[in-house]
């Protein structure tokens, strides 16, 4: 597969390290004189520069995590070899879980050969690994971690490309509210950091337009029936449902609504709930449910890597998630910032360091990737908004 890519703006603080190094032949000042981790990586001859994923690889969420890490791995293979050196990508399941967020950071700051972090992938689980990257100068770039408030607070580290849960939210509201005529609304989800922030960002912008909530129901996730609160919502009398979630209790509540008399009741979810993964749960119940995806617009650059990862992995991308894109984006955006702060030293290390390349990844700009152009600006790097599809004949399609 050709290369395509990327303007940077090359940041005054890598020229600096750069100048003072005369040029590629010594190590930075910065990385001789202070052999701290936290202030350089020191990758030695024959070793690889560790990039590492971290999401949901096994389990009801798998789909995200094995759809992100597969095009990431199509990046690290279209890198090759730098200064000698190869890019790895490493990937670790977090259960797509704060718990497991946290453990998997753990596990990846202990490991000195680890620049940067692609992930995580889950806002619950992001929000429990920011601080120990934080505390170890470790860049972030996530795929899909949209919670509003992860790129607040003090750290540096963190830096997205999806459109936040705000975002979202607003303009599902507006979608079902003026597209689709809905003047009464039900609103679910399931307690999770994403599902609940999305849901009530909804409520929020739907009632502002004038529309009724008729209910709030919150469930639990990873159980096979709700129909004791969809009777409760059915007794409210809505015309639509919107949830806030991810794609296996999305199916669950798809096939209880007929169950609790809501047969011609619409269900609206989000992009957590977008997916071939919905549909083959769900099964009929998936026909006429609406959702919520960031896919990015047609382009030579996007048809050319959708027949390559298809010719790979046997699905097209966006089959099993709406992140394929964003995987192999974010995982490509960080090898060009860390071969923008690399430093080749006479004792034939290549020497990272740290600040600077936190630097460069806050510093994003004019990325050319496959979701779209990206810049970073206090860690959101795309301001666009979501379109949406509905399932008909047993796939998403747009309405």
């Given at each position: 597969m050709?290369?395509?890519y990327y303007?940077?703006?090359?940041?005054i603080?890598?020229s600096?390290i750069l100048?003072?190094?005369?040029g590629?032949a010594k190590?930075p000042?910065v990385?001789?004189?202070n052999?701290d981790?936290?202030?350089?990586a020191v990758i030695e001859?024959?070793?690889?520069i560790?990039?590492?994923?971290?999401g949901?690889m096994a389990?009801d969420?798998?789909?995200?995590g094995?759809d992100?890490?597969?095009?990431?791995?199509?990046?690290?293979?279209?890198?090759?070899e730098?200064?000698g050196?190869t890019?790895?990508?490493l990937?670790?399941?977090?259960?797509?879980?704060?718990?497991?967020?946290?453990?998997?950071a753990?596990?990846?700051?202990?490991?000195p050969?680890?620049?940067?972090?692609?992930?995580h992938?889950f806002?619950?689980?992001t929000?429990a690994?920011i601080p120990?990257?934080n505390?170890?100068?470790?860049?972030?770039?996530s795929p899909?971690a949209?919670?509003?408030?992860?790129?607040?607070?003090?750290?540096?580290?963190?830096?997205?490309?999806?459109?936040?849960?705000?975002?979202?939210g607003?303009?599902?509201?507006?979608y079902?509210?003026?597209?689709?005529g809905?003047?009464k609304?039900?609103?679910m989800h399931?307690?999770?950091?994403?599902?609940?922030?999305?849901?009530?960002?909804?409520?929020?912008?739907?009632m502002s337009?004038?529309?009724?909530?008729?209910?709030?129901?919150?469930?639990?996730?990873?159980e096979?029936?709700y129909?004791a609160?969809l009777?409760?919502?059915?007794?409210?009398d809505?015309?639509?449902i919107?949830?806030g979630?991810?794609?296996?209790?999305?199916a669950?509540?798809a096939?209880?609504?007929?169950?609790?008399g809501m047969?011609?009741?619409?269900l609206?979810s989000?992009?957590?709930?977008y997916?071939?993964?919905f549909?083959?749960?769900a099964?009929?119940?998936?026909?006429?449910?609406?959702?919520?995806?960031?896919a990015?617009?047609?382009?030579?650059?996007k048809?050319?890597?959708?027949?390559?990862?298809?010719s790979?992995?046997?699905?097209?991308?966006g089959?099993i998630?709406?992140f394929?894109?964003?995987?192999y984006?974010?995982?490509d955006?960080?090898?060009?910032?860390?071969?923008?702060?690399?430093?080749?030293?006479?004792?034939?290390?290549?020497y990272i360091?740290?600040?600077?390349?936190?630097?460069a990844?806050?510093?994003?700009?004019?990325?050319?990737?496959l979701?779209?152009v990206?810049t970073c600006?206090?860690?959101?790097?795309?301001?666009?908004?979501p379109?949406?599809?509905?399932?008909?004949?047993?796939a998403w399609?747009?309405p």
């Amino acid at each position: 597969m050709s290369k395509r890519y990327y303007l940077f703006s090359i940041l005054i603080a890598v020229s600096l390290i750069l100048a003072a190094c005369g040029g590629a032949a010594k190590a930075p000042d910065v990385c001789a004189e202070n052999p701290d981790e936290t202030v350089c990586a020191v990758i030695e001859e024959g070793s690889t520069i560790k990039i590492g994923y971290a999401g949901p690889m096994a389990g009801d969420y798998s789909a995200f995590g094995i759809d992100i890490s597969n095009a990431g791995l199509l990046a690290v293979d279209d890198a090759g070899e730098f200064n000698g050196f190869t890019f790895e990508l490493l990937i670790e399941d977090t259960q797509g879980s704060g718990e497991g967020g946290a453990s998997v950071a753990n596990l990846y700051v202990s490991d000195p050969d680890v620049v940067a972090i692609a992930g995580h992938t889950f806002s619950g689980s992001t929000a429990a690994a920011i601080p120990i990257y934080n505390a170890a100068r470790l860049p972030m770039l996530s795929p899909s971690a949209t919670k509003a408030d992860l790129t607040d607070g003090p750290q540096d580290v963190f830096n997205r490309i999806p459109f936040t849960d705000d975002l979202q939210g607003q303009f599902a509201a507006e979608y079902l509210y003026n597209v689709l005529g809905v003047t009464k609304l039900a609103v679910m989800h399931d307690g999770d950091a994403y599902g609940k922030g999305v849901a009530e960002r909804v409520q929020e912008v739907y009632m502002s337009l004038g529309g009724e909530v008729v209910a709030v129901e919150a469930v639990t996730p990873g159980e096979t029936d709700y129909s004791a609160v969809l009777t409760d919502i059915g007794a409210s009398d809505p015309e639509a449902i919107y949830f806030g979630g991810y794609y296996p209790e999305c199916a669950v509540i798809a096939q209880g609504m007929p169950v609790a008399g809501m047969e011609d009741v619409l269900l609206f979810s989000d992009d957590g709930s977008y997916g071939e993964a919905f549909i083959e749960l769900a099964g009929p119940h998936a026909e006429g449910v609406y959702a919520a995806t960031g896919a990015p617009l047609d382009s030579a650059a996007k048809a050319e890597f959708d027949a390559y990862f298809e010719s790979i992995y046997g699905d097209p991308p966006g089959a099993i998630s709406t992140f394929t894109w964003h995987g192999y984006d974010i995982v490509d955006a960080l090898i060009q910032t860390i071969k923008s702060v690399a430093i080749l030293g006479d004792d034939g290390s290549l020497y990272i360091p740290r600040e600077a390349l936190v630097e460069a990844v806050n510093g994003l700009s004019g990325y050319e990737g496959l979701t779209g152009v990206l810049t970073c600006n206090g860690g959101e790097c795309n301001a666009s908004g979501p379109s949406f599809q509905v399932v008909q004949d047993g796939a998403w399609v747009i309405p």
